[in-house]
């Protein structure tokens, strides 16, 4: 909303993805929201120096020594550019969950007012694909910490409800920027976190689907609104709520079409505390393997970009390639659960980065670690963790890693269990 290039990146990528489009006022707003560094971190002058500007704080940033502020006019975004101990003043970018919901019909299932599934639990086609049931004997995910960074989680969706362990809501209030957030209101509101959550660790309780890692503790971080699009700041601060509270996994189902200072520095923050980041590569591919098409922040190196595969092992036709994808999961009328204690199937990136976030969660909670250093009692670095999903991936498309598919079609069975199935 507030940086022209930003705007235009971010539609493009709605239109890609069909998702639905920015609220009519979005547009028309004449605040501003920006990121302000500081040369010596936050304080009670710095706040101060923005205040004195005619702008208004509404969030620390602590990892980066910034306030986001909402600016009323350029005149003040320049005042707060020259104002003593300013090192950068940048527009807070918009991003947008990187794909639709799509179950059927949309959207009646949108809101659990669909067809009702059959009475028996069902494993969808993209859980059994990866082998994740295999996996189960050895690990469920138990107790491992997954944050969900999206559009929220249905807190009383019966397929989600045992696993549910918390959340935290940074989406101002109906005021707009310059109301707080309510940090309890994580409940979701569009159906896309929901939906994501339960790929990950959906319950195996006889009902519904069921997730990859159905013991994993879930935690819905809410930073995208009910259209499915927000901050790059609130992002950055779902990021730091996951080191401060222990997450040990972060899904990022969302994109933006540049590379965002303060999410690349939030990201590689969770890198360095040992949460493992994964992230849909974005839906704008276009079928040219000689074009980069991967959204931030799958583009980053501490991230996992995973790309979107179908029922037949193709790469999905929306599915972003370039060299960043590292691994690809199945995306295409996966089905999962959706808002109101629904069920239905949706497509895109989104879909697929779910997937390696359950399986990274059963190699975390995993008895033995095979691809981990003996050195170190069996605990995975993330580096080594990644390496482990790289070697454990089966092949697709070009021998070797390409970019379609990176190393190859996510494996569960082997990469908790060391052992390649049939």
């Known amino acids: 909303m507030r ?13 890609a993805t069909d998702l639905p489009g920015l609220p009519a006022q979005a547009a028309g707003e004449s605040e501003q929201q920006f990121i302000v560094t500081f040369d010596s971190g936050v304080d009670e002058r710095s706040r101060a120096a923005v205040e004195s500007a005619g702008a208004t ?30 090192s950068a003043v940048e527009a ?46 050895t690990s469920r995910g138990t107790g491992v910490k997954v944050a969900v960074i999206d559009t929220g989680i249905d807190r009383s969706h019966p397929d989600l409800e045992e696993n549910l362990a918390g959340g935290v809501n940074y989406v101002a209030g109906p005021g707009g920027p310059g109301e707080a957030p309510d940090p309890a209101a994580w409940n979701d509101d569009n159906g ?49 709520w996951s080191i401060n509270n222990g997450m040990q996994v972060i899904n990022l189902s969302l994109g933006e079409g540049s590379d965002v200072p303060v999410l690349r520095d939030a990201i590689e923050a969770a890198d360095r505390a040992g949460i493992v980041v994964v992230a849909a590569a974005g839906n704008l591919g276009d079928g040219d393997p000689s074009t980069d098409d991967v959204l931030w922040p799958a583009q980053y190196d501490s991230v996992l970009a995973v790309a979107a595969t179908d029922a037949g092992d193709s790469a999905a036709g929306f599915s972003s390639d370039g060299g960043k994808v590292e691994i690809a999961a199945p995306g295409v009328d996966v089905l999962s659960s959706t808002r109101g204690g629904g069920y239905g199937t949706m497509n895109g990136t989104s879909t697929a980065a779910p997937h390696v976030s359950g399986v990274v969660a059963g190699m975390l909670a995993a008895p033995v670690n095979p691809g981990a250093d003996s050195n170190k009692d069996g605990r995975w670095s993330t580096g080594e963790l990644r390496a482990w999903l790289q070697v454990t991936a089966d092949d697709l498309g070009a021998p070797g890693r390409d970019v379609s598919h990176g190393y190859g079609l996510l494996d569960a069975e082997e990469a908790i269990t060391g052992v390649q199935g049939p």
Do not use: M
């Open 3 to 15: 940086s022209l290039n930003s705007w235009v990146l971010v539609v493009a990528a709605l239109v």
């Open 57 to 86: 704080p509404l969030e620390e940033l602590k990892f980066a020594g910034s306030l986001v502020v909402a600016v009323p006019d350029s005149a003040v975004a320049e005042r707060l550019r020259r104002a003593d101990g300013v």
């Open 92 to 137: 807070d970018a918009r991003v947008a969950a990187a794909a639709p919901i799509r179950c059927s019909p949309w959207p009646s299932c949108g809101d659990g007012t669909g067809p009702a599934l059959p009475p028996s639990q069902i494993l969808p086609w993209g859980i059994d694909r990866v082998d994740a049931a295999e996996s189960w004997s």
């Open 192 to 240: 896309h976190g929901t939906h994501l959550a339960g790929t990950i660790a959906a319950s195996d309780n006889t009902i519904g689907v069921v997730g990859v890692a159905p013991e994993a503790d879930l935690y819905g971080v809410k930073v995208l609104n009910g259209a499915g699009y927000g901050y790059a700041s609130d992002v950055a601060l779902g990021i730091e």
